[in-house]
């Protein structure tokens, strides 16, 4: 599969002085550049981008595409100021007989949406992304709006009256897509929109629904800030917890909306987190209350930390299994360390053997829920369900921790997490065997 990205206008109301529009920076990349390495997700490295608007800007910023690990073709569009179906055109020569993914260059995606793309059955003509969900729509008044019956494009355009979706600017296209643009500038509309309602009368071209994934057409400096926004809230995962969803993730995102700038690795920070967890169960071990507290509060910093990782993989376009397998393991010894110090030091304080039994259990159903989670997904190979369950994931382990430790109730927190975390484990155990 290869990518043909529009990136010849000029992008006026972005209001930039000083730099194109697609070359404006994004939490650590330009617009152009976070469209390339999402598509690369998906497995492209064939790029064709359009040029037009200082376009030498633009060859000069991307290169022919080796650092990203793609090939990047340029086509020049002398015709940049007239409709944007004059940049599509310009590659016909070189698409008219590919399957390609169609992009603009100021629209961000999850490359989520190309890889459903790219794997739906499709006879030709033109895929059209749209979102049903309109209140998700940051500006629909500028939105280029669809009517869309049961997945046939009936109508489209900025000024339709009825309409129940809008485009998303990421489109799945064969070689009819240039056919319909000469025909339809041959008319005197030489906008890419009425080349779709030309395929649209013919009944090629059909609606794919994106509205549970995030993507952003950024055109205003207000659309540049709700972007950010936006994608910052996509990072968190379906496995967060209530602490995570509530708290951690507020804090982290912002964390890592910094962090994106610096010279970090995602693998760096999950050590940084590694090496936090050990100083705060190093201060359980005295089981004074001034350390123990201290250390609660470390823990908690930990629990935030720990989204930092995942969030940095993912704006870096540096996901990976080792990652994720390393921040897994790191995450592993931190809990069984924090559990065996806050027993220790503890039971040096007063001395009562039922604490090492309670902690032993504690540790026990912490790491069972890691492995059961971990085996599940290597049985069934498919993610864990997500569903009603007892809140014991590490989030909520690790808060739990925390108000122990200021409360001064280790006993109790012990005993709490022993009962929650195993009580969770024997019911996915009960739930997946029902399940076969």
């Not at 690369?40 to 200082?54: M, Q, S, T």
Request: aromatic fraction near 8%.
């Amino acid at each position: 599969m290869k990518a043909l990205i529009i990136a010849a206008g000029k992008g006026e109301r972005l209001e930039l002085v000083n730099s194109t529009k697609v070359l404006e920076r994004f939490l650590g990349f330009s617009l152009l550049e976070r469209v390339i390495l999402s598509t690369r997700e998906a497995g492209v490295k064939e790029f064709y981008i359009v040029i037009g608007h200082r376009g030498d800007e633009v060859v000069t910023a991307l290169g022919d595409g080796t650092r990203f690990g793609v090939h990047i073709n340029y086509i020049k569009n002398e015709q940049w100021e007239k409709g944007n179906g004059h940049s599509v055109l310009a590659a016909k020569d070189k698409l008219e007989h590919e399957r390609f993914f169609l992009l603009m260059g100021d629209h961000l995606f999850d490359s989520n949406i190309l890889k459903l793309l790219s794997e739906t059955e499709f006879s030709g003509g033109c895929l059209v992304c749209t979102e049903k969900n309109l209140s998700k729509i940051f500006d629909l008044p500028e939105a280029m709006k669809v009517l869309v019956e049961d997945s046939h494009i009936r109508a489209i355009g900025k000024d339709i009256g009825k309409f129940n979706a809008v485009d998303c600017g990421i489109f799945l296209c064969t070689g009819e897509i240039f056919d319909a643009i000469e025909k339809s500038i041959a008319n005197g509309r030489d906008e890419l929109f009425q080349a779709i309602a030309l395929l649209a009368k013919r009944d090629r071209a059909k609606a794919f629904d994106i509205s549970s994934s995030f993507w952003f057409d950024i055109d205003t400096p207000r659309n540049l800030n709700e972007a950010k926004k936006r994608m910052l809230k996509s990072l968190t995962s379906r496995d967060d917890g209530v602490v995570s969803r509530l708290l951690n993730r507020k804090i982290s995102t912002r964390i890592s909306s910094r962090l994106v700038n610096r010279n970090i690795s995602p693998n760096a920070i999950s050590w940084m987190v590694f090496f936090i967890g050990v100083l705060a169960a190093s201060l359980f071990l005295s089981g004074e209350y001034l350390f123990i507290a201290l250390g609660g509060l470390i823990v908690q910093l930990v629990s935030i930390l720990d989204g930092c990782d995942g969030e940095i993989a993912k704006l870096k376009f540096l996901r990976s299994r080792y990652g994720a397998l390393l921040d897994s393991v790191l995450d592993r010894y931190v809990d069984a360390l924090l559990i065996a110090c806050l027993t220790y030091g503890y039971w040096h304080i007063v001395g009562d053997g039922l604490l090492w039994l309670v902690g032993l259990a504690a540790l026990m159903g912490s790491l069972g829920i890691s492995y059961t989670r971990a085996r599940y997904e290597s049985a069934f190979a498919s993610p864990i369900p997500v569903g009603r369950s007892i809140p014991a994931t590490r989030d909520v382990r690790l808060f739990i921790i925390m108000l122990g430790a200021l409360l001064n109730q280790v006993f109790v927190t012990l005993a709490i997490l022993a009962i929650l975390t195993n009580a969770e484990v024997i019911r996915r155990m009960i739930n997946w065997k029902k399940s076969g």
